[in-house]
């Protein structure tokens, strides 16, 4: 039997919890306000102080921002005073910030092209590279605010910096500031303030400021700390956090303008230990309160429990059957014995009432707040229903009630709810226990419903017990979801850009659309079978793998399309953009890529970087050229001068015949290196390649060596094309030339010429070719072959790889101008198609179609005659040339005056047509100081429209003559030119002949 609990010891319990509980309650309530307000208080006063010291760290970089302004002043300086002038003044001024707190390691300053215009101090490895590549500076001058870059080692430099890039006017200063001193500076705005941590990071939560300088040293990365990795994200925060140690109290901002997060930390445990005698305070009031509810427990239980006890004694003997003992009644009416058996009854019928009271009451509460409609229907009537049905249908519940149920439900639902519910009444056992349908609500609004029917026994009747669930909703997230994966697709199938996803890191592909299969050249289910290394070649397998793996580690994925060169099922390569995400797909995480073909718009950059190339290097080629050619004419104009002077001496003669003859082919070189500049293609005529072919093969059989076979293999009937025999000869020659010196052991060299279609295809793999029919001309040897990544660099000029003094690296390169000039290709392959070794050069050239075929013509040598005494201008900037032309003109029977710029040419023809004796002619170059050619040739020829002027130009862009003057210009000469020609081109302008252009 269990033991009776004691009523002295309930009491005494009674008095205790009375004591200590409220005292409890308000004690704990006091010190979890107070908590919460200190804590509220210190995290309130650190966001106070972090905004402080950021707007001092501000102030700080503000100081260093002038320092570096004042540098670039005393930079200038130097620069204008040269290099040692003030270098000792800008150290002295470095070491005065240093002592001011201001620390500069070094500094640069740039002008707008971003050339280093000054910088401190000399010698630092940092300025070898480009700054103007640098972030900061390009958004410093794009933005003209001061940039700071992040914590970072720069080349040259053994610990942490900040680069400062600050815009002044046309001039932008660098300067590359330690952290080490800043984070000393920073540290002792904090150094006061007790137990209080100060952390600041850069843009990305590298460690500028810390209070362990190690983490600063080593450039550590803070973004995992709470409060920094908030303020990155937010801005201002407070906030509470937990590291591995201990917790802390803080708050966080970022530095104005710099966005650099700034944090103010406090443990906890510094912030809050005075709580610790508030809790001991509350301690001890709790024991007295234990002590003094004791001691008023035992003082009452005396007094009114005892008589209690006694009687409880009493009525123990009586119901044990000890009726000897009598007991006087007690004073108390409540403990009377006569109440003992009605207590009895009473405490038996309340016992069963509570029963039924606590199982209805379970009952009522789950129908009440079930989240399904419950209801009970029988007949055509609702005999119950729960307030979610009620709900549901937005009808109070008597109106429910007193209508038929058929009244809710949706017409086109009526029929088959009534006949399930008619049979079900009926005892039916195969219905289903579950079905959908709509039911219609107050306002009109139709709800699908899924009901849940079961027969029961109501008021002594059968009826239905049904469950609804409203799956609104849930039908149309389902077709909200048919609906998006139709969409997506749809957008997928018909997507241009192809779509892949793969497994990581196998890379095994499980799914892909029809655009990348397309792309790559595999069926659905050959693409299935691989994974997407199995399209990258090694190296772009390498790139790739490593990116992938950076972002496995957990590096965020690069915002912009990766770039690389992937290949096609057939083996050919094509280059691709590829986006990618990670994505959940059937419970796992796999890639998702979105490739796009670029392969025609990097062959297209290649074809513009190699035009630009080759326009680049031509010019280069042409003005070397010219200068060359004012040279050559003033060696050559002195040779024929001295002959003419020596004329019968036979020694001197052959000297001087063959310093001329050095000057012809000095000057046949800069003739080919103008023809890089800007090829000029003398008279086109209609040729037959064949021909060129033939007259080329003589030649070279003539210098070949005996070990070399030539083999002609030229197709007949081919059509004519337009250009000049010569330079198409030498074009011919040049390839020829470059075979022999590919076979230095001997070998056969294949000549020929062929009807050729350049397709698509071909043209891929070489941009700078396009599609059509051409004429080709092709020269193969069997040589030591070209390698690879030499094929288009062997046309740029000066490019050779023969040894020094065996190669100008000038022949191919004539040879692209020359047949670029006729609106041709040229390409080299090596090895050619279908053999092992070797090359073959290809010239391709557009045919002409003409009726009949063109008949050849010659050109006569016509003696230069002597003049009679005709008075002659010469016009040339070039003392030299002066000379030679005066003394040419002179024997040759002429009076001659000399001008040496425009200006004074304009003013002795002036002068001359006003005294009387104007001048016959005029020899005028074009580029010359003070007043060029074209100005004074325009001012002779108005105020003497018929002057005859002779242009001289070693240029070869006639853009430098302007078309008016080039118009009205009886010859033009081109540098070095022979004095016979010059002789001859006089004598046949003043002769009266038609005017034309001339040229040597």
């Not at 289903?432 to 009901?451: C, L």
């Not at 990116?547 to 057939?570: C, F, H, T, W, Y």
């Not at 002195?638 to 310093?659: C, M, P, R, V």
């Not at 429209?945 to 003559?961: N, S, Y």
Request: with cysteine; charged share 25%; proline share 5%.
């Amino acid at each position: 039997m269990r033991r009776a609990k004691s009523l002295w010891g309930r009491m005494a319990l009674f008095f205790i919890l009375s004591g200590t509980i409220p005292l409890m309650g308000a004690g704990a309530f006091g010190i979890w306000l107070i908590w919460q307000h200190v804590v509220m208080t210190l995290e309130e006063r650190h966001l106070t102080l972090a905004k402080s010291i950021a707007f001092q760290v501000r102030e700080t970089l503000k100081a260093h921002e002038v320092a570096l302004a004042h540098m670039a002043g005393l930079l200038r300086q130097a620069g204008d005073h040269g290099p040692g002038l003030e270098y000792s003044l800008l150290r002295d001024h470095v070491e005065a910030l240093n002592a001011e707190g201001v620390a500069l390691e070094a500094c640069a300053l740039l002008d707008r092209d971003g050339d280093i215009l000054g910088v401190y101090p000399r010698g630092a490895e940092i300025f070898g590279l480009d700054l103007s590549k640098r972030a900061e500076y390009k958004k410093a001058v794009e933005t003209g605010e001061p940039q700071y870059s992040p914590v970072e080692i720069p080349l040259g430099f053994s610990e942490p910096m900040v680069t400062l890039a600050l815009p002044l006017g046309s001039a932008t200063v660098m300067g590359f500031i330690p952290i080490a001193p800043l984070n000393n500076k920073i540290q002792a705005l904090s150094a006061s303030r007790g137990e209080t941590v100060l952390v600041l990071a850069d843009q990305r939560g590298v460690a500028i400021s810390h209070q362990d300088p190690l983490l600063v040293a080593q450039r550590v990365n803070l973004s995992h700390l709470a409060p920094i990795s908030m303020a990155l994200d937010s801005g201002d925060a407070k906030l509470r956090f937990q590291d591995e140690n201990c917790a802390w109290i803080g708050a966080a901002t970022r530095v104005p303008e710099l966005g650099w997060p700034l944090a103010v930390m406090e443990r906890e445990s510094s912030a809050l230990g005075f709580l610790k005698s508030t809790v001991a305070v509350f301690i001890v009031a709790l024991a007295s309160g234990v002590l003094l509810s004791l001691l008023l427990a035992f003082v009452l239980g005396a007094r009114i429990l005892r008589p209690i006890e006694l009687f409880s004694r009493a009525l123990k003997r009586i119901s044990d059957g000890d009726y000897q003992g009598r007991l006087a009644p007690p004073n108390f009416t409540e403990l009377q014995g006569l109440h003992r058996t009605f207590e009895k009854m009473v405490r038996e019928v309340q016992r069963r009432e509570e029963a039924l009271r606590l199982s209805e009451e379970r009952y009522r509460l789950v129908v009440e707040n079930a989240q399904d409609a419950i209801l009970v229907a029988q007949d055509d009537r609702l005999k119950f229903v729960n307030p979610k049905m009620v709900e549901l249908l937005q009808v109070p519940e008597e109106e429910i009630k007193a209508r038929p149920f058929t009244d809710f439900i949706h017409p086109d639902d009526r029929a088959l709810v009534l006949e399930s519910h008619r049979r079900r009444l009926a005892g039916e056992k195969d219905l289903p226990n579950a079905y959908e349908f709509r039911i219609v609500n107050r306002s009109g609004e139709a709800r699908w419903v899924e009901i849940r029917v079961l027969p029961v026994i109501w008021e002594e009747r059968p009826a239905a017990l049904a469950f609804l669930t409203d799956i609104t909703e849930r039908l149309e997230r389902e077709r909200a979801l048919k609906e998006s994966e139709e969409r997506y697709r749809t957008l997928v199938e018909n997507s241009p850009d192809g779509i892949f996803m793969a497994e990581i890191p196998s890379g095994k592909i499980i799914f892909v659309n029809g655009a990348i299969c397309e792309m790559f050249r595999y069926s659905e289910e050959e693409a299935l079978k691989l994974d997407f290394w199995h399209v990258l070649p090694h190296e772009e397998r390498l790139k790739v793998q490593g990116i992938l793996g950076e972002v496995l580690d957990g590096k965020p994925l690069p915002k912009e399309p990766l770039s690389i060169r992937a290949q096609r099922k057939d083996g050919t390569s094509l280059f691709i953009q590829v986006r990618v995400a990670f994505v959940q797909h059937g419970g796992r995480q796999v890639v998702q890529a979105m490739v796009r073909d670029v392969t025609e718009y990097e062959l297209l950059q290649r074809q513009l970087h190699h035009s630009q190339r080759m326009q680049a290097l031509g010019t280069l080629a042409g003005g070397v050229a010219h200068e060359f050619n004012n040279i050559l004419a003033g060696i050559q104009g002195f040779a024929q001068l001295l002959a003419f002077t020596l004329e019968g001496n036979k020694d001197a003669s052959e000297y001087l015949n063959e310093i001329i003859s050095s000057c012809e082919r000095a000057g046949s070189l800069t003739r080919r290196m103008l023809s890089m500049a800007r090829v000029e293609v003398g008279e086109k005529c209609p040729l037959k390649v064949n021909h060129v072919v033939e007259s080329t093969v003589r030649l070279l059989s003539q210098t070949l060596p005996p070990s070399i076979r030539i083999e002609t293999a030229t197709a007949a009937g081919l059509p004519f094309v337009m250009g000049d025999p010569t330079q198409l000869e030498q074009v011919l020659l040049n390839l020829g030339l470059n075979a022999r010196d590919a076979m230095p052991d001997g070998g056969s060299m294949r000549i020929g010429t062929r009807i050729t279609d350049i397709d698509i295809e071909l043209c891929k793999r070489h941009s700078y070719l396009q599609p059509g029919r051409f004429i080709e001309m092709f020269v193969e040897d069997e040589g030591i072959g070209i390698p690879e990544d030499l094929t288009e660099r062997i046309f740029e000029p000066f490019f050779t790889t023969k040894e020094a003094g065996k190669g100008t690296g000038l022949g191919l390169s004539v040879s692209y101008s020359i047949v670029k000039a006729h609106g041709g290709f040229i390409m080299a392959q090596s090895p050619p198609e279908g053999k092992e070794r070797g090359s073959i050069l290809r010239v391709f050239l557009p045919p002409v179609e003409l009726e009949e075929e063109p008949r050849e013509r010659g050109k006569a040598r016509v003696t230069p005659p002597r003049g009679k005494g005709q008075r002659i201008l010469v016009v040339d900037d070039e003392t030299r040339i002066r000379q030679i032309l005066e003394e040419t003109l002179k024997k040759g029977g002429y009076q001659v005056e000399c001008a040496e710029n425009g200006q004074e040419a304009f003013v002795k023809y002036a002068e001359a047509m006003d005294r009387g004796v104007p001048f016959e002619a005029v020899v005028m170059d074009v580029a010359m100081p003070v007043r060029d050619g074209n100005w004074a040739s325009a001012r002779i020829l108005e105020i003497d429209p018929g002057a005859k002027i002779i242009v001289a130009t070693g240029h070869t862009d006639e853009k430098l003559v302007e078309s008016s003057v080039r118009k009205r210009a009886r010859a033009l000469l081109r540098k070095p030119f022979d004095l016979g020609s010059l002789l001859e081109t006089l004598g046949r302008i003043l002769s009266g002949e038609t005017e034309h252009e001339g040229g040597s």
